[in-house]
C-alpha cells in the first residue's frame, strides 16, 4: 500500500517537473519571438529614416543652382546713335553697361568722313592708323557675364575699329555674343564675323542693323527673336 502511495507521489512530482518545463519554454520562446518582431520593427524604422534622409539629401541636391549668369551691353558710339540702342537693350534686358571711349575721343571734324584729311579717312587708308588706344578693355566680373551684346555705328561697311582692341583683349569663351550696329544705310554686313576673327572665342550670333533712334519696341521684338 506504502508502495502505490510513494509511486503516486513520485508520479506527481515527474508530472509538476514536466510542465515547469514546458512554461520554460513557451516563456523563453515567446521572448524570442518578441525580441525578433522588436529587431524586426528596429530595422524597418531605420530603413525608412535612411531612406528619408536619401529623399532629403536628393531634394537639396536638385535645389542647388547656379543660375545663368548675368547680361552685358558693351558700346562704341560716336555720334550718341548706337549709344541710345545699346541703353535700350540693356533697360530691356537689365543689363550692365560697358562704353568702349579711346583716350583721344573723336571730335565732329575727326568723324568726317567726307573730308579725305579727317581722322577717320586716314585712319580708313592706312589700316597702322587704326590701333585705336582706349580707356579700358577691362570690365569688372568679366567672368560672370554669360551672355554679352557688342554695339557700334559702321564705318566703311565694317565695325568702327575703336572697338577692335576691346575685342582683341578680352576672352569670350563661353559667352553668347549678339552684334549690333547703327548706319543710315549700310547693313551689318560681316562686321561681326570679323569681330569674331578677332578673338577667336565666344559663341557669336548673327547681328542687326538699327537707324538712329530705333524705337524700343522695335528692338524688343529682336531680342525676343534671338530665343536667348
Not at 517537473?17 to 518578441?34: E, F, K, W, Y
Not at 536619401?54 to 549668369?69: I, K, P, Q, W
Not at 558700346?75 to 541710345?84: E, F, Q
Not at 563661353?174 to 569674331?196: H, M, Q
Amino acid at each position: 500500500m506504502k508502495t502505490k502511495k510513494i509511486a503516486a507521489v513520485l508520479l506527481t512530482f515527474i508530472m509538476a517537473i514536466g510542465l515547469m518545463a514546458g512554461c520554460g519554454a513557451s516563456n523563453t520562446n515567446q521572448s524570442d519571438s518578441n525580441n525578433d518582431s522588436q529587431s524586426t520593427s528596429t530595422n524597418q524604422s531605420g530603413n525608412e529614416e535612411a531612406d528619408t534622409n536619401s529623399e532629403n539629401t536628393t531634394d537639396t541636391t536638385e535645389n542647388t543652382s547656379t543660375g545663368n549668369g548675368k547680361t552685358l551691353v558693351v558700346y562704341y558710339s560716336a555720334s550718341g546713335n548706337t549709344k541710345d540702342v545699346a541703353e535700350k537693350i540693356a533697360k530691356i534686358t537689365e543689363a550692365d553697361l560697358f562704353e568702349i571711349e579711346p583716350v583721344e575721343p573723336y571730335t565732329d571734324d575727326d568723324l568726317d568722313w567726307t573730308d579725305d584729311d579727317s581722322r577717320v579717312s586716314r585712319e580708313h587708308d592706312d589700316e597702322s592708323l587704326r590701333d585705336v588706344e582706349l580707356v579700358s578693355t577691362t570690365v569688372d566680373n568679366w567672368d560672370s557675364y554669360d551672355t554679352v551684346y557688342i554695339g557700334y555705328p559702321i564705318w566703311w561697311g565694317i565695325a568702327a575699329w575703336p572697338i577692335d582692341n576691346f575685342v582683341k583683349e578680352n576672352d569670350f569663351t563661353g559667352k553668347t555674343v549678339i552684334p549690333f550696329c547703327t548706319a543710315a544705310t549700310s547693313g551689318i554686313g560681316d562686321s561681326g564675323n570679323l569681330l569674331e576673327e578677332m578673338t577667336g572665342t565666344g559663341d557669336w550670333k548673327e547681328g542687326e542693323r538699327f537707324h538712329g533712334g530705333a524705337s524700343e519696341s522695335d528692338i524688343s521684338s529682336w531680342i525676343d527673336s534671338l530665343g536667348l
